[in-house]
C-alpha cells in the first residue's frame, strides 16, 4: 500500500525568508503532484513532476523530485502572505486508473 | 486549462434525504473520474474510481449503496448520497482525468454538504 507522509504538517513562517517542505513515499511511483488549497476552495494545481531529477519553478515555489530516495521537496524563496494556505503533495500509484495517493497537507501561515 | 465544474456548491438536507452531485468535465473526455471527501483539517481521502461506461471501484470502507456513482458518459460522473445522515457531511471533490498528455486530474471546485 502507498503511503505518503508530508513534514511539516504545520509551518509558521516570517515574510521574506525561505522554508522546505518534504514529501515521502513509500513505494515507487511515476509522477508526484503538488497542489495549494485556500480554505473553503478545491484543489489547486501547482506542479507535477514525472522523472528523477525533474525540478520546476514558478514564482516563489520551487518543487524537485529524486525518484530514488523517493523524496519530493517544495521550496518556499523569501515568502509572502499570498502563500499562505495548505499545500499538499499527491502520488500516483500503480495500475492503469492513475489513483492518487495524497499527504496530509501542510499548513503554511505567512506573519507579516 | 482543463476545466472540471460541479453542481451543486452547496447543499443542506434533512437525515434521510437523498442527494446528487454531479461532475461534469467542460472541455475534455474523461474515461476516469474520482470522487474524494475531505472532513475539516483533514487530507483528500479517495471514495471511488468511476470509469465511463462501467461500475464504480470504491475504496476498502466506503459503502456502495450508500454512494452510488454513476458515470453514464465521458464528461459526466454523479455521486448520490443516499439516505444522508449527518456523519456524511463533509466536502466533496470530484477530479476529471485528462486521457491526454500526461494524463493529469483536474479537480473540480467541491461540494459542500451539510446533513442536518
Known amino acids: 500500500e502507498l503511503k505518503v507522509e508530508q513534514n511539516p504538517l504545520f509551518l509558521s513562517m516570517q515574510e521574506g525568508k525561505n522554508y522546505t517542505i518534504y514529501c515521502n513515499y513509500s513505494?515507487?511511483?511515476?509522477?508526484l503532484y503538488w497542489y495549494r488549497q485556500d480554505p473553503g476552495k478545491s484543489l489547486e494545481s501547482l506542479f507535477v513532476?514525472?522523472?528523477?531529477?525533474a525540478v520546476k519553478q514558478e514564482g516563489r515555489l520551487m518543487a524537485s523530485l529524486d525518484t530514488k530516495a523517493r523524496l519530493s521537496t517544495l521550496h518556499i524563496t523569501a515568502a509572502v502572505h499570498d502563500l499562505s494556505a495548505t499545500y499538499f503533495c499527491?502520488?500516483?500509484?500503480?495500475?492503469?486508473?492513475?489513483?492518487?495517493?495524497f499527504g496530509k497537507g501542510t499548513l503554511l501561515t505567512v506573519n507579516p | 486549462g482543463a476545466v472540471v465544474s460541479q453542481h451543486p456548491s452547496w447543499v443542506i438536507c434533512k437525515s434521510g434525504t437523498s442527494v446528487k452531485i454531479e461532475c461534469r468535465s467542460l472541455?475534455?473526455?474523461?474515461?476516469?473520474m474520482f470522487w474524494y471527501r475531505q472532513f475539516p483539517k483533514q487530507s483528500l481521502m479517495l471514495m471511488a474510481t468511476?470509469?465511463?461506461?462501467?461500475?464504480?471501484?470504491?475504496e476498502q470502507g466506503v459503502e456502495k449503496d450508500k454512494f452510488l456513482i454513476n458515470h453514464a458518459s465521458l464528461t459526466l460522473s454523479t455521486l448520490t448520497v443516499t439516505s444522508a445522515h449527518p456523519e456524511d457531511s463533509s466536502f466533496y471533490i470530484c477530479?476529471?482525468?485528462?486521457?491526454?498528455?500526461?494524463?493529469?486530474?483536474?479537480f473540480g471546485p467541491g461540494t459542500r454538504l451539510l446533513v442536518l
Open positions: 513505494t515507487t511511483s511515476d509522477r
Open positions: 513532476l514525472l522523472s528523477n531529477g
Open positions: 472541455d475534455f473526455q474523461a474515461t476516469t
Open positions: 477530479s476529471a482525468r485528462d486521457q491526454a498528455g500526461v494524463g493529469t486530474q483536474y
Open positions: 499527491a502520488v500516483v500509484s500503480g495500475g492503469s486508473n492513475y489513483k492518487l495517493t
Open positions: 468511476s470509469n465511463e461506461g462501467s461500475k464504480a471501484t470504491y
